[in-house]
Structure formats: structure tokens, C-alpha cells
């Protein structure tokens, strides 16, 4: 298969180029004049640079694709109208260009996420039938993308994936977490309660390449998660048990979570990084349900996830540990 991967060197987006060509498939990944394009180094893939505003770039770079996996999208920006730039106008500049110069193309694979969706309600799982209730900026830019992608599905085979709360080396926010724990900081989330989805990023990428195979999942959407919901106080716990931490030293309330992710959305401004930590992020798992029914996939494409929670955290402290980032306590 010769794959197109936009967002190839985030978090989803690397281990989804890992699993591509552990396949043995033709990977392009497309590489914007501002792209950070460390991770490719070394790796047997074809950088393709491109920019969404350019139709002629983007239908040289979508020609002759089997497949188009997109990921690129923009977490954190100021306001809606920056969203809308970054995560909307690419996805329909984008698929335009599939339309019209990719007529080989099986599948354009689209990579949502639970935010275009919105919480759900405390106690219950949502489905992929419920409507969408974005709360945040970010969520309302992926919905509004979700329905681009939706209006050209007369025209070319699309797929959308909305991943849940994905764990995986990589994944900064889970970095950070796991960070603290090893210097027996804990973090304070959620209020005691089955509050979130989960999903190994493993397994994400697994998803998304039977989503771009599977006859079924032509016109679909999908969430994918291990299976249950979880405590935040679960998770934080299965970290220090992976790295060894008996006791903790200081507990980080929300208060000052609050003021930690203040500073990290300013310093982001200035330095035009991704911040480290939001306080929409911050607010969303106190308050928030992020529940989801992944029985769909398991139904229709006959998905099933290879690793739950405590794996996925194992395997992920494992690995930061084995390249030094992080200390096991004996």
C-alpha cells in the first residue's frame, strides 16, 4: 500500500508510521515548510513537503495514494478562528485535493477525536449515534472537520476514527504525569469515579489501518477504546506501581494545576509550542465525563484492543525508563 500520513511526527502519528511500515507499506509523509521532522530521520520514508494552502502541492502529494491518514491538527491555539485555521481549512483543502487528483485513493482515513463528540453523561457510555457537543475550541474544529469529511463521502471512501484518552511513549501529557510520579509528586485528578475512556496508542494505530482495509468501515465513524472506563485515580496509580513509587512526597491540588497550566498557556504563546498543560485540560478531568462505547468496531470490523489500562502504562514507564527519562524506585 503506499500510505500518505499527515501529522506524522506526533504522538498517534509516529506510532501509526511504526506499524505502517512494519507492514512493509510505502510510507510518504507530508511535511509542512514549519514540520519538525526529527523523528523521520533514518527512517525509510518519503518526506513530501506541502502546504494546505497550496492546492498544486497537496495534489502532487495525494496522487497515486492508496491510502491518506489524517492526523495533523492543532490541540492547543487561541481562539476559535485559530482552530478553525488549523484544524479545519487543512482537513477540506486536503480532502478537495483527494477528490480531484487522487482517483486511485481506497480510503482517506480521518482522525477525529472524543472532543468533537463532548462529554458524556455521568454513568453512561456514548455511542457513535449521539450527537455531537463540543465543548472547547478544539472540539468544535474537529466536529466541523468530522462534517467536511462527511460531505465528500459521495465522492471518495472515508473512514473517521475518534481515539479516547490514548496512552502510549510520546504522549506528553502522560510524560508529564509520570514525571511527577517519579519524583513521588502526585497529581490530583478526577473526583474518584469511572471518568474516561482509554486506548493503548498501539492499538490506535492498529484501528486505523483496519479502517482503511475493512469493506465495512466505508462511511463510518469509530471510537476505540480497551473495553472499560477508568478513575483517573486508577491510572495514576498504576503508574507509580510501575515505578515503584509506595508513597508520595506532595500532592498537586487543582488550584495549583490551574496556575501551572496559566503559565504553560502563556509561555506556549510565546514560544509557539504546544503547551505542556491547559486549563481547559485541567478543568475537563475534574469535571467532565469522557465515556465511550467502542462495540461498533468490535461488531462491525471485528476489533479487538490487544492491551488494557495497567498494559499500556506498563509498557509505557518501561519504556521511558529504558532511555533514561525516568527512575524506578527499588
Not at 56 to 80: T, W
Not at 191 to 212: C, K, W
Not at 299 to 320: C, K, N, Q
Amino acid at each position: 500500500m503506499k500510505a500518505l500520513v499527515t501529522g506524522a511526527t506526533g504522538f498517534i502519528g509516529s506510532h501509526l508510521i511504526e506499524a505502517l511500515l512494519a507492514r512493509r507499506d510505502e510510507v510518504f509523509c507530508l511535511v509542512r515548510p514549519e514540520s519538525r521532522t526529527g523523528f523521520l530521520d533514518g527512517l525509510p520514508v518519503v518526506q513530501v513537503r506541502s502546504d494546505y494552502r497550496d492546492q498544486d502541492s497537496l495534489a502532487r502529494a495525494v496522487g497515486g495514494m492508496d491510502v491518506v491518514y489524517h492526523l495533523a491538527a492543532a490541540i492547543f491555539a487561541p481562539d476559535d478562528t485559530a482552530y478553525e485555521e488549523a484544524n479545519v481549512l487543512p482537513t477540506r483543502n486536503l480532502i478537495q485535493a483527494c477528490a480531484e487528483h487522487a482517483s486511485g485513493l481506497k480510503r482517506f482515513v480521518y482522525v477525529s477525536s472524543i472532543s468533537a463528540t463532548g462529554p458524556s453523561p455521568r454513568g453512561s457510555a456514548l455511542n457513535e449515534e449521539a450527537s455531537c457537543r463540543p465543548t472547547s475550541g478544539y472540539g468544535r474544529s474537529k466536529a466541523k472537520a468530522e462534517d467536511i469529511v462527511r460531505s465528500y463521502a459521495d465522492r471518495i471512501p472515508i473512514a473517521i476514527i475518534r481515539p479516547p484518552n490514548v496512552l502510549g511513549p510520546r504522549q506528553k501529557e502522560l510524560f508529564a504525569s509520570i514525571s511527577l510520579i517519579a519524583k513521588r509528586i502526585k497529581p490530583l485528578i478526577g473526583n474518584g469515579e469511572p471518568q474516561t475512556s482509554v486506548a493503548a496508542v498501539e492499538d490506535i494505530a492498529r484501528a486505523m489501518i483496519l479502517l482503511a482495509e475493512h469493506p465495512a468501515a466505508i462511511g463510518r465513524t469509530y471510537y476505540v477504546t480497551d473495553g472499560r472506563a477508568y478513575a483517573w485515580s486508577e491510572i495514576i496509580e498504576a503508574v507509580a506501581e510501575n515505578l515503584g513509587v509506595r508513597r508520595f512526597l506532595f500532592k498537586v491540588p487543582y488550584g495549583l494545576q490551574k496556575s501551572v497550566a496559566a503559565v504553560s498557556e502563556w509561555s506556549a504563546r510565546l514560544t509557539r509550542k504546544a503547551p505542556a498543560l491547559t486549563r481547559t485540560a485541567v478543568t475537563a478531568s475534574r469535571d467532565n465525563y469522557w465515556i465511550y462505547d467502542d462495540s461498533r468496531i468490535r461488531r462491525e470490523l471485528g476489533f479487538a484492543p490487544s492491551m488494557d489500562m495497567a498494559s499500556a502504562i506498563r509498557r509505557t514507564v518501561a519504556w521511558y525508563a529504558e532511555r533514561g527519562l525516568v527512575k524506578i524506585h527499588r
